[in-house]
């Protein structure tokens, strides 16, 4: 198995999210146990012109992983219970991610990074530089559709009804 190394994630995030389904995430316990699960679901958030993404008002606290370089892991609390796991896409300076939105067995955000055991301790970590969590990649290309975002019925058109959501449909080498 391959692992994604910085540049698959210097690219934009239009590009990135397609590509990311199929891929494996692991993250690596302290005790030396992988968890694994193979993605599924992704969705696009680009820059601040999108009404939908974090970076639409502006830097925060909250928000300030999207102008970081590629490949930086960017977790929020949803809801107040749900950690969400995202990972930086492009340019520094050019806010951009890809939300890992489920799993082949876990079917939400939240859920696949309970079952994996990811909180907002690893926000502001790398899926590239060798440490806990990373991308494996197998060969498997599922075939995918789009849809539009989840949860972003806040975001004006064409915003929320944009299909920069990708699903796998069937697995395919």
Excluded at 134 to 149: I, Q, Y
Aim: aromatic share 8%; proline share 5%.
């Amino acid at each position: 198995m391959k692992r994604l190394d910085a540049a698959f994630f210097q690219r934009d995030c239009l590009e990135v999210a397609p590509d990311l389904v199929g891929k494996i995430l692991v993250h690596r316990l302290p005790d030396g146990t992988e968890l694994r699960e193979r993605i599924a679901e992704t969705e696009a958030y680009r820059g601040t012109e999108d009404e939908g993404c974090h970076a639409f008002r502006g830097r925060t606290p909250r928000n300030s992983m999207l102008w970081r370089e590629s490949g930086v892991v960017y977790i929020y609390l949803c809801y107040g219970m749900h950690h969400l796991l995202n990972v930086i896409t492009g340019e520094p300076e050019q806010p951009q991610g890809v939300l890992l939105r489920a799993g082949e067995v876990h079917d939400g955000p939240g859920k696949l990074t309970k079952s994996l055991q990811i909180t907002k301790a690893l926000n502001g970590g790398s899926f590239t530089d060798g440490g806990v969590l990373w991308f494996e990649d197998d060969g498997l290309r599922p075939a995918l559709r789009t849809a539009p975002r989840v949860g972003i019925d806040y975001a004006g058109e064409p915003w929320k009804s944009i299909a920069w959501r990708w699903i796998g449909t069937k697995q395919a080498k």
